[in-house]
């Protein structure tokens, strides 16, 4: 096992193998191991090794145990100390008799700790007059070459409920299906927009008791390898791979020849499992028409909605999420996002409102209470979510998800954004997070794959170095931390960094250069510095002493 212990983003995780004399084993007693941690005056334990018959193997004749093992990181648990301790239990008479404790790991390493996330999402920008007669969505997903729709859609199917159940008087629907250029089915675009048609008049049928007008229209999407070429353009690829997969379609070939000459490139396994899926899909889009009030009306009977003192619908969702720009306090929003929700049931206000829980999580320093604020943020994101499935939408779940160490759940949104697709830059941020995580996951070669697509940014730089870094590529390492100070010369983790890559390749210049420009930079780098046990071999050499004693 690694001397001293690892953390990796939110977790410590290590293999421990311990073996006992033979004689141990007895029937009529057990021989067990407790492991655990000791910080501060704090013990926290790990797991219990039972050296009895069926828990354990021989190795060369000698009961073994080996196992993987975890426990949470938080910052005053380094420095710590990894004890194991003997129990010897009689299983008879219930007596016990313990070893002395033995240290097998002092410390903890926490350089894989030093990567850069963004996670940043904001309020919806405020486009109250524009967005009086935008449409809401809802977009149904379909497997290849299929125009069936499942019989439990879950999300999308409570949507499309909520736009059956409005109760106005009359409806706009426009349906808008596509379909993959790989799959072979004649007009399943055509056929898919149809199902889709038929599910909303067999609900409005139903759950309609309003008797509004319904007007619904069936429309096809541009052709497939038209839809394909705009999603390469908008997609975070980087630019050669781009422009090889477009000279492709841009070709005089016929679309069977261009499709078997994208499936020779490295950009195929992108376009099979991010932009594919989203174009066997239909949309549906519900019209809206409302009229605008001014802002010191609105904001008035906006409070006297979110305090029940007026009618629930004296203001529309879009109106109440206006009034909620007029004011900078975050629990005022959060009370006009609620109404709105109450209003009318839309994403947009589940979207304002994840996000106002997620900017109370942002300048909370209590840990239960940030994780209660940011789990209210994903409940309000996942609803957003099912209602608008887009890429910001998923990216701001994704990084609440991140935030709070859900790392599964947030990749599984990260994906989902970047299926979703969409603006260029933002699927590059997608691609960078999601990139941190697989670092914090001790997944170095998926996080450098994912940085292919992220840019070439101070994050793309800063996490490929850490990348590289962790898998002991130095020079590769380095080459990215420059390009990352190219960008910003006076940032101290880059330099820090730097400075550990000489601790690790006994590069006294390198670290000594370094490190001083770290600790001018950021002071709070000398505390690390001190405690880091990287530069544990320096800490009586001369270049290391330098650099953090001429400041």
Same mark, same amino acid.
């Given at each position: 096992?690694?001397?001293?212990?690892?953390?990796?983003?939110?977790?410590?995780?290590?293999?421990?193998?311990?073996?006992?004399?033979?004689?141990?084993?007895?029937?009529?007693?057990?021989?067990?191991?407790?492991?655990?941690?000791?910080?501060?005056?704090?013990?926290?334990?790990?797991?219990?090794?039972?050296?009895?018959?069926?828990?354990?193997?021989?190795?060369?004749?000698?009961?073994?145990?080996?196992?993987?093992?975890?426990?949470?990181?938080?910052?005053?648990?380094?420095?710590?100390?990894?004890?194991?301790?003997?129990?010897?239990?009689?299983?008879?008479?219930?007596?016990?008799?313990?070893?002395?404790?033995?240290?097998? &790991?002092?410390?903890?390493?926490?350089?894989?700790?030093?990567?850069?996330?963004?996670?940043?999402?904001?309020?919806?920008?405020?486009?109250?007059?524009?967005?009086?007669?935008?449409?809401?969505?809802?977009?149904?997903?379909?497997?290849?070459?299929?125009?069936?729709?499942?019989?439990?859609?879950?999300?999308?199917?409570?949507?499309?409920?909520?736009?059956?159940?409005?109760?106005?008087?009359?409806?706009?629907?426009?349906?808008?299906?596509?379909?993959?250029?790989?799959?072979?089915?004649?007009?399943?675009?055509?056929?898919?927009?149809?199902?889709? !048609?038929?599910? $909303? @008049?067999?609900?409005?049928?139903?759950?309609?008791?309003?008797?509004?007008?319904?007007?619904?229209?069936?429309?096809?999407?541009? &052709?497939?390898?038209?839809?394909?070429?705009?999603?390469?353009?908008?997609?975070?690829?980087?630019?050669?791979?781009?422009?090889?997969?477009?000279?492709?379609?841009?070709?005089?070939?016929?679309?069977?020849?261009?499709?078997?000459?994208? @499936?020779?490139?490295?950009?195929?396994?992108?376009?099979?499992? $991010?932009? $594919?899926?989203?174009?066997?899909?239909?949309?549906?889009?519900?019209?809206?028409?409302?009229?605008?009030?001014?802002?010191?009306?609105?904001?008035?009977?906006?409070?006297?909605?979110?305090?029940?003192?007026?009618?629930?619908?004296?203001?529309?969702?879009?109106?109440?999420?206006? &009034?909620?720009?007029?004011?900078?306090?975050?629990?005022?929003?959060?009370?006009?996002?609620?109404?709105?929700?109450?209003?009318?049931?839309?994403?947009?206000?589940?979207?304002?409102?994840?996000?106002?829980?997620?900017?109370?999580?942002?300048?909370?320093?209590?840990?239960?209470?940030?994780?209660?604020?940011?789990?209210?943020?994903?409940?309000?994101?996942?609803? &957003?979510?099912?209602?608008?499935?887009?890429? !910001?939408?998923?990216?701001?779940?994704?990084?609440?998800?991140?935030?709070?160490?859900?790392?599964?759940?947030?990749?599984?949104?990260?994906?989902?954004?970047?299926?979703?697709?969409?603006?260029?830059?933002?699927?590059?941020?997608?691609?960078?997070?999601?990139?941190?995580?697989?670092?914090?996951?001790?997944?170095?070669?998926?996080?450098?794959?994912?940085?292919?697509?992220?840019?070439?940014?101070?994050?793309?730089?800063?996490?490929?170095?850490?990348?590289?870094?962790?898998?002991?590529?130095?020079?590769?390492?380095?080459?990215?931390?420059?390009?990352?100070?190219?960008?910003?010369?006076?940032?101290?983790?880059?330099?820090?960094?730097?400075?550990?890559?000489?601790?690790?390749?006994?590069?006294?210049?390198?670290?000594?250069?370094?490190?001083?420009?770290?600790?001018?930079?950021?002071?709070?780098?000398?505390?690390?510095?001190?405690?880091?046990? !990287?530069?544990?071999? $320096?800490?009586?050499?001369?270049?290391?002493?330098?650099?953090?004693?001429?400041?």
């Amino acid at each position: 096992m690694p001397n001293p212990l690892v953390a990796n983003g939110q977790y410590v995780n290590f293999e421990l193998k311990a073996q006992v004399p033979e004689k141990l084993i007895r029937e009529k007693q057990t021989y067990k191991l407790d492991i655990f941690y000791e910080y501060g005056m704090k013990r926290e334990d790990i797991a219990t090794y039972s050296f009895k018959f069926g828990e354990f193997v021989y190795e060369n004749g000698t009961p073994t145990v080996i196992r993987q093992l975890v426990f949470p990181y938080a910052p005053e648990k380094n420095p710590g100390r990894l004890l194991v301790q003997g129990r010897a239990m009689d299983d008879a008479k219930g007596d016990v008799r313990y070893t002395s404790p033995k240290e097998v &790991a002092v410390g903890l390493v926490t350089t894989p700790l030093l990567l850069v996330r963004n996670n940043s999402f904001s309020f919806l920008a405020d486009t109250y007059q524009d967005a009086a007669s935008q449409p809401g969505t809802v977009v149904f997903y379909f497997d290849p070459n299929k125009t069936a729709l499942q019989s439990n859609h879950g999300p999308e199917e409570q949507l499309l409920q909520q736009y059956v159940l409005d109760n106005v008087s009359t409806q706009q629907i426009t349906i808008t299906a596509s379909q993959s250029p790989d799959e072979t089915g004649p007009n399943l675009a055509r056929k898919r927009a149809k199902a889709l !048609e038929e599910l $909303y @008049r067999k609900k409005l049928g139903t759950l309609d008791y309003s008797g509004k007008k319904v007007t619904i229209q069936t429309a096809v999407e541009i &052709a497939p390898m038209d839809l394909l070429k705009q999603r390469l353009q908008t997609s975070p690829l980087p630019k050669p791979d781009k422009k090889e997969a477009l000279s492709i379609l841009e070709s005089s070939q016929s679309q069977t020849e261009k499709l078997k000459a994208l @499936r020779q490139l490295p950009v195929y396994t992108y376009i099979e499992h $991010y932009i $594919y899926p989203g174009l066997r899909a239909a949309r549906l889009e519900v019209d809206y028409n409302r009229n605008r009030k001014p802002d010191y009306e609105l904001y008035v009977l906006a409070q006297k909605m979110a305090t029940e003192n007026t009618a629930g619908d004296v203001l529309t969702e879009q109106e109440l999420q206006h &009034a909620a720009t007029l004011t900078p306090l975050l629990d005022e929003k959060r009370k006009l996002y609620e109404a709105a929700i109450k209003t009318s049931d839309k994403w947009p206000a589940y979207y304002n409102l994840g996000v106002v829980y997620n900017e109370m999580a942002r300048k909370e320093y209590r840990p239960a209470v940030k994780q209660a604020l940011l789990s209210k943020a994903i409940h309000n994101l996942t609803y &957003a979510s099912f209602r608008n499935p887009s890429l !910001e939408v998923y990216y701001s779940l994704a990084s609440a998800y991140h935030q709070q160490g859900a790392l599964l759940d947030a990749l599984k949104f990260y994906d989902s954004a970047i299926k979703a697709g969409g603006d260029e830059q933002l699927l590059q941020q997608v691609f960078a997070d999601k990139a941190a995580l697989e670092i914090e996951a001790g997944q170095y070669n998926e996080a450098i794959e994912s940085l292919r697509y992220a840019g070439s940014g101070y994050q793309t730089n800063m996490n490929l170095g850490l990348s590289y870094l962790l898998k002991e590529n130095y020079e590769g390492a380095a080459e990215f931390y420059t390009q990352a100070l190219a960008e910003k010369p006076n940032d101290g983790l880059a330099h820090y960094s730097l400075a550990l890559i000489g601790a690790r390749t006994d590069d006294a210049q390198l670290l000594e250069q370094h490190l001083r420009k770290a600790v001018h930079s950021d002071k709070a780098l000398m505390e690390k510095a001190i405690n880091d046990l !990287e530069f544990a071999p $320096y800490r009586d050499k001369a270049p290391y002493k330098d650099a953090l004693l001429q400041q």
